[in-house]
């Protein structure tokens, strides 16, 4: 009878740690699915984030491109140091910034959108002030400030379909050193022109 006993208890004892152990098994599992499962509605929902915030319509991109298209015109003018292409490409550009619209900028990217609200008029009225003046090196000074606007906006819109490069000249006004945009990566520096054309490098690469 006592053996009978010390094997029933053995029996219990076996039962109570297997159901232990069963139920333990089974929390850990539900742990780790639910852990898994945090972790990839987390990366779904940063995969959407940075997809949606660079979702702007067609006709958004045809404004933005053709806004580029126009500075990228101004640069190659100053590469060339042609005054009459200058005016030619800077009142085209001020046309585009004048009627260009960001509020799609803005339901995307709030933050971004402040950084840059108010930046095209500043070009613009950069370009308004660079066409009224003669000498070409003055005109180029207004480029440099349009090309610290154009970065600012390419930083936060980062134009569809695009590269676009930033490149630096350390010589440029007396050494102080300036910045501008490009489609290409060779140097073709807008601050020299033909004196010293491949004067530069490229600082940073956008590509959307």
Same mark, same amino acid.
């Given at each position: 009878?006592?053996?009978?006993?010390?094997?029933?208890?053995?029996?219990?004892?076996?039962?109570?740690?297997?159901?232990?152990?069963?139920i333990?098994?089974?929390?850990?599992?539900?742990?780790?699915?639910?852990?898994?499962?945090?972790?990839?509605?987390?990366?779904?929902?940063?995969?959407?984030?940075?997809?949606?915030?660079?979702?702007?319509?067609?006709?958004?991109?045809?404004?933005?491109?053709? $806004?580029?298209?126009?500075?990228?015109?101004?640069?190659?003018?100053?590469?060339?140091?042609?005054?009459?292409? $200058?005016?030619?490409?800077?009142?085209?550009?001020?046309?585009?910034?004048?009627?260009?619209?960001?509020?799609? $900028?803005?339901?995307?990217?709030?933050?971004?959108?402040?950084?840059?609200?108010?930046?095209?008029?500043?070009?613009?009225?950069?370009?308004?002030?660079?066409?009224?003046e003669?000498? !070409?090196?003055?005109?180029?000074?207004?480029?440099?400030?349009?090309?610290?606007?154009?970065?600012?906006?390419?930083? $936060? !819109?980062?134009?569809?379909?695009?590269? !676009?490069?930033?490149?630096?000249?350390p010589?440029?006004?007396?050494?102080?050193?300036?910045?501008?945009?490009?489609?290409?990566?060779?140097?073709?520096?807008?601050?020299?022109?033909?004196?010293?054309?491949?004067?530069?490098?490229?600082?940073e690469?956008?590509?959307?």
């Amino acid at each position: 009878m006592l053996a009978g006993k010390i094997k029933s208890v053995n029996f219990d004892k076996k039962n109570t740690m297997r159901k232990l152990f069963l139920i333990v098994a089974s929390v850990v599992v539900v742990i780790a699915c639910k852990d898994k499962s945090d972790k990839q509605a987390d990366n779904s929902e940063s995969t959407v984030k940075n997809q949606s915030a660079y979702a702007y319509s067609d006709s958004f991109n045809v404004s933005v491109k053709a $806004v580029m298209t126009a500075y990228f015109q101004l640069k190659d003018a100053f590469v060339a140091s042609d005054t009459l292409s $200058v005016n030619k490409a800077g009142t085209q550009l001020k046309l585009l910034l004048d009627s260009m619209n960001l509020s799609e $900028v803005q339901k995307a990217d709030s933050l971004g959108f402040e950084s840059i609200a108010g930046r095209p008029g500043d070009a613009a009225a950069e370009i308004a002030g660079m066409l009224g003046e003669n000498d !070409i090196e003055k005109k180029r000074e207004s480029f440099e400030m349009i090309s610290n606007v154009f970065y600012d906006l390419v930083r $936060v !819109i980062k134009p569809a379909g695009q590269t !676009i490069y930033y490149q630096f000249c350390p010589m440029a006004f007396n050494e102080k050193g300036a910045y501008w945009l490009s489609n290409t990566d060779s140097i073709r520096n807008p601050y020299f022109g033909s004196k010293m054309l491949t004067c530069g490098e490229t600082k940073e690469t956008f590509k959307n």
